[in-house]
């Protein structure tokens, strides 16, 4: 392979400068190599023909054969078109041209049998194809691959430099052509073996050139497989160095500060769920071994009181906890509910963010490194540097998808021996995804909310019925429920909707003149934001509207409906979030999705999926499915760390699952990857983690 790495894709015949130029801008493609692996996006199958009284307009391409009955020239100058009458015995169908006629008219005969493909398209009852590719037929002879056709990705600007997809399947051709000999494997021959796949050489062919639907899933598979295959490798290995070189703080003791709070403080019976959750943590964190945990519960789940229990067996074992939320208002609500649950049990707590007074922070600087202050809640503000513990032993970030994986490497160096990492998150991550980002982070999963919570019930909305909502908000303010709207806020139209979230507060204050109407967005001050928070969570303010600064982990047990305008706006998951700000106390729950009329089949479908489920993971896998990974929630900020060629996320899980336990049973035997069978993982990791720099930041 890395032969035809090294060959410049300027030299492969039909390429030369220009083209090669636009296909390192547009497609990142410099050699032969980047060529083969740049995979068509669809085929269409060229193995059969339509009949035209068959024609329907679903069909997304077709191949007709038959006679021109006419040609003509309609209309003049650059509006004129070529229009050509074309039947099979069975039907007839218009053929159009806009450009190139004089070339099209001068070579087609009517004399000659046609193949002509293309894509139908109904107009006024008729069918017609716009530029047809046409292929005479000679001697009555077909000569077609009876095979599917590749069909490539291609941008404005190459289309305008004349390349198309139809160039780029040619170009793979000569690859072909010009390559001697097979392409060298990169999956060593017992795996080819064990697992019957293609040899690489037939997959890339096939990708390429399939010659029926059955060897291009062969091929498909193949490809897919070694993709997933690579980066769980890399992945599983890493991990395994790691935990060889850190020896882990051993948390041998539950002490005093665990069982007391248990004993006197504890406000509830813990659910199955949370107690099996602490017993996983406890383990891993008594093992010797450094944890790196990953903590999936639904929003409502109950994660703040294991991030507690937790953080206190640390202090049993004398070190400190430090606990980083993704803002100022979640951090400050974590520090009161910690404190209010800690009252009585003498353990330092102290919350430091961007606005803790110069005094308050020294004060924390000092008692940090002293070791007085046992527990400390705050914000990334907790990463810098200055930030010095005396012995920090364990570390929970929570809604971690807000959080990078640099950042969270930081926190690693807060002590020389690295602290244990709870990494906790709402954001239910699909199994397959978190298997592929987070596959090192073993994984703990809260699957059961705390009892007498009601499903929240979900409607969607349209606009005209706006009377109907205020109705029944008017119904659960005079329950004495509180009432969440929301508004979203996208960058590029910050103006436009700050101006929405501006009318939205006078609008909701002049129809519930009768109750106070709080506000709270990114751009006010965290006093100003806080104290509209205090204000509502304390319920002296029944509604209060926002941007999505309140998705992430508020708590306020009071509030009982969520709306949310221009619900269209919002993902999957970020609405799932912010319907779980409500349905968090005893009370039947609502959640109002209000959008326009006008929507696209997704967003139809999201209401649709959020109308009817309320579980956070059925909600993720659908979105998974609906956007492709790369615009979920919770990879948004950090993006995937390398780009998927083939595989796909939402739909090869199957796969992925396979790949890895591959790979665990060969890390299982060899774990340094030392086997002479096992050179070629070696040679093929290096090779893929210089050409894909990031795989150094899946953590
Ligand atoms: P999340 O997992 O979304 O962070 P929280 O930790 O904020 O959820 O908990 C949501 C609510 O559930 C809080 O009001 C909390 O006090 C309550 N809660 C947590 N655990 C239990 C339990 N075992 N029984 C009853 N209520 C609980
Ligand atoms: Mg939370």
């Given amino acids: 392979m890395s032969e035809l790495a090294a060959q410049n894709i300027t030299y492969l015949p039909g390429v030369g400068p220009k083209r090669a130029e636009l296909l390192r801008q547009e497609l990142q493609i410099a050699s032969y190599e980047d060529l083969l692996?740049?995979?068509?996006?669809?085929y269409v199958d060229r193995s059969k023909f339509y009949a035209i009284r068959d024609i329907n307009a679903k069909l997304p391409y077709i191949q007709v054969r038959g006679r021109l009955t006419s040609l003509k020239t309609i209309g003049e100058g650059r509006q004129s078109r070529l229009s050509a009458m074309f039947s099979d015995g069975t039907g007839v169908i218009e053929l159009v041209w806009f450009k190139g006629h004089k070339y099209v008219k001068d070579n087609l005969n009517s004399d000659f049998e046609y193949i002509v493909f293309g894509k139908p398209t109904s107009f006024n009852g008729q069918?017609?194809?716009?530029?047809?590719?046409?292929?005479?037929?000679?001697?009555?002879?077909?000569?077609?691959a009876a095979a599917l056709q590749a069909f490539y990705n291609t941008t404005e600007k190459m289309k305008r430099g004349f390349l198309n997809s139809k160039t780029i399947h040619k170009m793979q051709q000569n690859i072909f052509l010009s390559f001697q000999g097979k392409i060298p494997e990169t999956l060593p021959a017992f795996i080819i073996q064990r697992y019957k796949l293609l040899q690489l050489h037939e997959a890339l062919k096939t990708i390429h050139f399939p010659l029926n639907a059955e060897i291009l899933e062969k091929a498909q598979f193949r490809l897919k497989f070694e993709e997933l295959f690579y980066i769980q490798m890399n992945i599983l290995k890493q991990r395994n160095q790691r935990n060889k070189s850190i020896v882990g703080h051993n948390f041998k003791t539950v002490g005093n500060y665990l069982l007391s709070f248990y004993e006197q403080k504890l406000p509830f019976e813990l659910t199955g769920a949370q107690k099996r959750v602490i017993k996983e943590i406890r383990r891993d964190m008594g093992s010797g071994k450094q944890m790196n945990r990953l903590l999936q519960g639904d929003v409502g789940s109950g994660k703040t009181l294991v991030a507690l229990m937790v953080m206190l067996i640390a202090l049993d074992n004398d070190f400190q906890a430090c606990l980083m939320a993704p803002t100022e208002i979640l951090a400050s609500q974590h520090f009161e509910t910690i404190s209010?649950?800690?009252e009585g049990l003498n353990?330092?707590?102290?919350?430091l963010t961007g606005s803790t007074k110069k005094k308050e922070r020294q004060r924390i600087d000092e008692d940090l490194q002293s070791?007085?202050?046992?527990?400390?809640?705050?914000?990334?503000a907790l990463i810098e540097d200055r930030v010095k513990f005396k012995n920090l032993g364990l570390v929970v970030v929570d809604e971690q998808h807000r959080f990078g994986v640099a950042q969270r490497a930081k926190l690693w160096r807060k002590n020389t021996n690295p602290p244990h990492i709870l990494v906790m998150t709402?954001?239910?991550?699909?199994?397959?995804?978190?298997?592929?980002?987070?596959?090192?982070?073993?994984?703990?999963?809260?699957?059961?909310?705390?009892?007498?919570?009601?499903?929240?019930?979900?409607?969607?909305?349209?606009?005209?019925?706006?009377?109907?909502?205020?109705?029944?908000?008017?119904?659960?303010?005079?329950?004495?429920?509180?009432?969440?709207?929301?508004?979203?806020?996208?960058?590029e139209s910050e103006k436009l909707d700050f101006k929405n979230l501006g009318e939205g507060?006078?609008?909701?204050?002049?129809?519930?003149?009768?109750?106070?109407?709080?506000?709270?967005?990114?751009?006010?001050?965290?006093?100003?934001?806080?104290?509209?928070?205090?204000?509502?969570?304390?319920?002296?303010?029944?509604?209060?509207v926002s941007t999505t600064v309140i998705e992430v982990g508020v708590n306020v047990p009071n509030a009982s409906v969520m709306v949310i305008e221009s619900a269209e706006r919002f993902g999957l998951s970020q609405l799932h979030q912010l319907r779980g700000r409500v349905g968090r106390g005893a009370d039947q729950s609502f959640c109002i999705l209000m959008t326009s009329y006008k929507l696209s089949e997704d967003t139809r479908k999201r209401m649709n999926i959020m109308?009817?489920?309320?579980?956070?993971?059925?909600i993720a896998e659908a979105d998974l499915k609906l956007r492709g990974p790369g615009d979920l929630e919770g990879t948004q900020q950090s993006g995937l760390p390398f780009n998927l060629k083939i595989a796909n996320l939402g739909k090869d899980g199957q796969i992925l699952q396979f790949a890895r336990q591959v790979v665990e049973a060969i890390l299982a035997e060899d774990p340094h990857l030392e086997k002479d069978e096992n050179h070629l993982f070696i040679k093929q990791l290096t090779k893929l983690s210089r050409e894909k720099m990031n795989w150094s930041l899946i953590s």
């Fill in 347 to 351: 353990v330092e707590c102290a919350l």
């Fill in 505 to 544: 507060f006078e609008y909701m204050q002049r129809i519930f003149s009768d109750h106070k109407v709080g506000m709270v967005h990114g751009k006010m001050k965290p006093k100003e934001k806080d104290e509209a928070m205090q204000e509502f969570s304390s319920g002296r303010s029944h509604i209060l």
């Fill in 371 to 380: 070791g007085k202050l046992q527990i400390l809640i705050g914000t990334h």
């Fill in 426 to 491: 709402a954001t239910p991550i699909p199994r397959t995804l978190a298997m592929t980002i987070y596959g090192d982070l073993d994984v703990s999963v809260i699957d059961e909310l705390p009892p007498g919570r009601k499903p929240i019930e979900t409607a969607h909305y349209f606009h005209n019925r706006r009377n109907n909502l205020n109705k029944f908000i008017k119904g659960e303010l005079d329950k004495g429920r509180q009432v969440y709207v929301v508004y979203p806020l996208i960058e």
């Fill in 37 to 42: 692996y740049y995979f068509p996006y669809k």
């Fill in 340 to 342: 209010e649950m800690l």
């Fill in 127 to 144: 069918f017609n194809i716009v530029h047809p590719e046409m292929d005479k037929v000679h001697d009555g002879k077909v000569k077609i």
């Fill in 611 to 618: 109308t009817s489920s309320t579980d956070g993971f059925e």
